[in-house]
Structures are given as structure tokens and as C-alpha cells.
């Protein structure tokens, strides 16, 4: 068994150590909100925080979460009311949505680091999160506003 | 007795005489401005011609895709065997280590992910930092040789530190690089008693 706290909820998963985060994540821990994008580390879509950094879950082996702490878009703020999730509801940022969990997550990492970033800021710390619909103005904007929000 | 010792000066003069002349000739093929303070019990290993042979041989590794494209001109590392650069342009940040949500490490785990060309992995898996970029992209063999012995650009490393290095997880990666991506063109060992034998015989740096 392979224990792994998520969200502050310690899971004990009779899992491969081997396994992807994000297949503990998703399939064992039922928490659906991040999502499988291209499996290879190159999207963004997957994003969660493994004790504050923002690893791709994807290529993130389970065993590398023994112990410690994981936070998923589910648990980023306890009534979807982080500046960024109230951002992106006010400006109404993403389309289809699908890679919108991994946008906030690597959003959030970039808040916490500089909490009044640039436009270069923001592309520098944003260009590993892809997005298939092209909302790349809105999410600059949705983390300008939530900036705003936290001051 | 005195005899004896008389022969064993002459000896020693024609000996110094000897490297002195020995010296004089590497002077014509070597930087001597590599040359380390002069210290006596040194100065014997020092061989300024196995010296340069051996970094040409390092050499070759050092400008293997799986050195330089850690060791980049710019602020983006490169990637591939043709060293473009990494998709997604991470930026080397402060401490070598990425920026932000863009940390070399989340992508970069402890370990190889498997899979054609999936995201190779180390500990600590980083580039130089900003204050001391030890660029190798673009470095001729004079100019790399001068870098890597100063250690106001080589890390602040010692010749000690240096010769440890070769066997730095980092450095042993470029052997490991995960599938679809070439090893460097010699051998570790190879590559490891060449980088050894460079610093040991003086760490001299080819001509220009």
C-alpha cells in the first residue's frame, strides 16, 4: 500500500509504485478535475502540486508521492474561491475547459512566486500549458485580475 | 662519495636542462596563461602535450548534445541530438533550477520516464545558474579548456573538485539519456581518464 495525502486526505492505494500520479489521482482516488492531456509531458493539462512544485502528473511516478503532499485543482481553495477560480468565472476564461485545471495550477505556482507579474512573466511561466482552443489572451488576463484580487 | 654526488648534480642539470627545452617546445602548441602556480612536487606530473591530447579526447564528449544542451549560450536549454531548443522555451531562472510552474524538476523526475524520447530524469536535474553559466555551446577547445580551469567560471571548483565531477549524477546521466537520444561519443571510463589526465598533467588548454 502506498500512502499519499491529496487535498489534506491521506489515501492508501494498493497501487503499482510505478503508476502514474495521475492514474492514482484520477482512477484511485476518484478525483477527476485533473486531466489526461498527452501523457508525454508536454501539454500542461495534467498539472497538480507535489509538496509546492507544479509536476505533471502524467509522467510523475506514484512513488514519488509516498508520503507526501499533493494538491489538485479539487483542493486548491475549499469553495472554489481562489482569485484565480473567481478570475476565470468574472472574465469567463476558458472554452472547452479541458486544459483549464492544469492553466490554474501552473497559475497559481506563478502567483505564489510573484504576485504581480508581467506580461513575460506570465508567458514565461505559462508557455509548458497548452491550450487546443487558444484562450492564451483570457488566461493572461484571468491572472492579471486574480493578481488584483489578492492585493 | 663526492664524486658520486658531483656525477648526481651534473645529472640533475642536464635532466632540468632537458625539460627546460621540453617546456620551451609545448610553449609552441599550448596557452601557457593556463599554466597553475608554480609548485614544485607539481611540476613533475605537469606534461603539457598529454595534457592537451587528453582534453581533445574530453573534449569530444564535452560537445556532445548531452552536455551542451545543459550548458547553453542562452537562457533556454536545448534539447535533442541536433541541441534545438527545449519546446516550451523553460527559462534557466536564478539558480539554473527553472522558474515558477517551469522548474526543470517537474518534468525532469529522479529518473528516466520510460519511453521513446519521454523526459529523461536525474536528481537535482538543473542547468548552470545565472551568475555562472558555463556555456560549452559554441566554446572552442582553447576557450572551454581556459573556462573549465578557472574557477571564477567552473563553479568555483578546485582540480579535486573537478576530477570528481566526472562522476557527478548529472554527468553520469549523459550515459543514461533514456531512449532516442545517442550517448556521448566515448565511453564513461574513457571519458573519465581523459578529464583526469587533462587536469592531472596541468590542465593546460590547446592552442588557439
Known amino acids: 500500500m502506498i500512502s499519499v495525502t491529496i487535498n489534506q486526505k491521506v489515501y492508501q492505494l494498493d497501487a503499482d509504485p510505478n503508476m502514474p500520479l495521475l492514474w492514482a489521482i484520477r482512477d484511485l482516488a476518484g478525483l477527476t478535475g485533473t486531466k489526461y492531456g498527452c501523457g508525454v509531458a508536454q501539454c500542461g493539462a495534467c498539472v497538480v502540486h507535489l509538496n509546492g512544485e507544479a509536476v505533471r502528473a502524467c509522467i510523475t511516478p506514484l512513488r514519488s508521492a509516498e508520503g507526501q503532499q499533493v494538491v489538485t485543482i479539487e483542493g486548491l481553495s475549499e469553495n472554489n474561491d481562489h482569485p484565480l477560480q473567481r478570475a476565470w468565472q468574472e472574465i469567463d476564461v476558458p472554452q472547452c475547459g479541458y486544459c483549464h485545471s492544469g492553466q490554474i495550477m501552473s497559475a497559481a505556482i506563478l502567483l505564489r512566486d510573484n504576485p504581480n507579474p508581467t506580461d513575460q512573466d506570465i508567458n514565461d511561466a505559462m508557455s509548458g500549458n497548452i491550450c487546443r482552443c487558444g484562450t492564451y489572451l483570457r488566461i493572461r488576463e484571468g491572472i492579471k485580475r486574480a493578481a488584483e484580487m489578492r492585493k | ?208
Open chain 2, 1 to 208: 662519495m663526492r664524486l658520486t654526488i658531483s656525477r648526481q648534480l651534473n645529472l640533475l642539470s642536464v635532466v632540468v636542462i632537458i625539460l627546460a627545452v621540453i617546456t620551451g617546445l609545448a610553449s609552441t602548441s599550448v596557452d601557457m596563461g593556463s599554466l597553475p602556480d608554480a609548485d614544485t612536487s607539481e611540476i613533475i606530473k605537469k606534461d603539457s602535450v598529454k595534457s592537451v591530447k587528453a582534453f581533445l579526447e574530453a573534449y569530444k564528449v564535452l560537445m556532445s548534445p548531452r552536455c551542451v544542451n545543459c550548458h547553453p549560450a542562452g537562457d533556454v536549454p536545448l534539447q535533442g541530438d541536433e541541441s534545438r531548443l527545449h519546446a516550451m522555451k523553460p527559462q534557466r531562472g536564478k539558480d539554473g533550477k527553472g522558474l515558477n510552474a517551469m522548474k526543470c524538476a517537474n518534468c525532469h523526475r529522479e529518473s528516466n520516464t520510460p519511453g521513446l524520447n519521454m523526459p529523461p530524469g536525474a536528481p537535482n536535474w538543473h542547468l548552470p545558474p545565472a551568475d555562472m553559466k558555463m556555456v560549452f555551446q559554441g566554446k572552442t577547445a582553447h576557450e572551454l579548456a581556459k573556462q573549465l580551469m578557472d574557477p571564477k567560471q567552473n563553479g568555483n571548483k578546485s582540480k579535486e573538485q573537478l576530477i570528481a565531477h566526472a562522476t557527478d549524477a548529472l554527468v553520469l546521466a549523459a550515459w543514461n539519456p533514456g531512449e532516442g537520444r545517442t550517448t556521448p561519443p566515448l565511453s564513461h571510463e574513457a571519458f573519465a581518464k581523459a578529464w583526469t589526465t587533462w587536469i592531472k598533467y596541468g590542465g593546460y588548454a590547446p592552442g588557439k
